[in-house]
């Protein structure tokens, strides 16, 4: 059985996507190509899911330990997935599995990182509402177990997520670092976070393109491949190598348009 030596654990639209390809660019540690398998979410679950993100996340142990086959002896085992800090039950299944895991929270500001998700579902077609204050009014109307829409305002309220990892593990085993610590002060930043997982912080990991860009697609061409994109990249995902997925994800981010969040948002 598989025990990771750590884990990002969110958040979600924190830019741990691009966290998830810095690491696996670290000889000493090993990463799975695949992001975002939500094991301790969702372990064991069968439909109906109480979470959207669950249908699409490893589920079974022997799964998860798959991910991890081509690791090369002394490396750190590791993996990212953001719904480890917004679903609660993940924490104790954590704890139980991995008491002594090194755990990193990625957060970004709770007001960008509830817009970022909004654009990105916007994005991806399954966001409607072409207004995002109407898209605030009717969170309490979507229902969180399948609407995967209904989650901007809670999966921001990091108080209460991180309280729980604090309640259940040592202080010392808990890395906090802001979204915009990576912008400011990127060298640093990494540098810390490479010492706090027990490995050289020296190394150069290299630039790393942006990725999982939110934005509203600009045609209806775009829509159309971004629709495919969501519809068959799980089916996909296990035969197209990681970077021809990167380069097309990063072809099509390209032609994007990032609409500026409305002030009355922003107040709101």
Known sequence: MIVPDFLVIGAYKSG??????????????????????GFF??????????HPAAASSVREQADY??????????QRLGEVSPAYLAVPAACA?????APEVRLVALLRNPVD??????LMYRRDGLEREEDFLRALDQQAERDPATDPT???????RYAEQIDRYLQAFPREQLHVLLHEDLSDDHDATVRALLSFLGVDPTVDLGAQAPSNVSGAPAS???RLAYALRRRVGTRLRPIVPEGLKRRLDHQLQQRLVREPMPPEARER
């Open 16 to 37: 741990t996507t691009a966290l998830h390809h810095l690491l696996r660019a670290h000889p000493g540690l090993y990463l799975p190509a695949r992001k975002e398998p």
């Open 41 to 50: 979410a969702f372990a064991g679950e069968r439909p109906p899911f109480d």
């Open 65 to 74: 330990d798959a991910l991890f086959a081509g690791a090369r002896p002394g």
């Open 93 to 97: 299944r954590i704890r139980e599995a």
């Open 113 to 118: 990182r509830a817009y970022s998700d909004y």
């Open 150 to 156: 209904s989650h901007y305002l809670d999966t921001g």
């Open 220 to 222: 209806s061409a775009m």
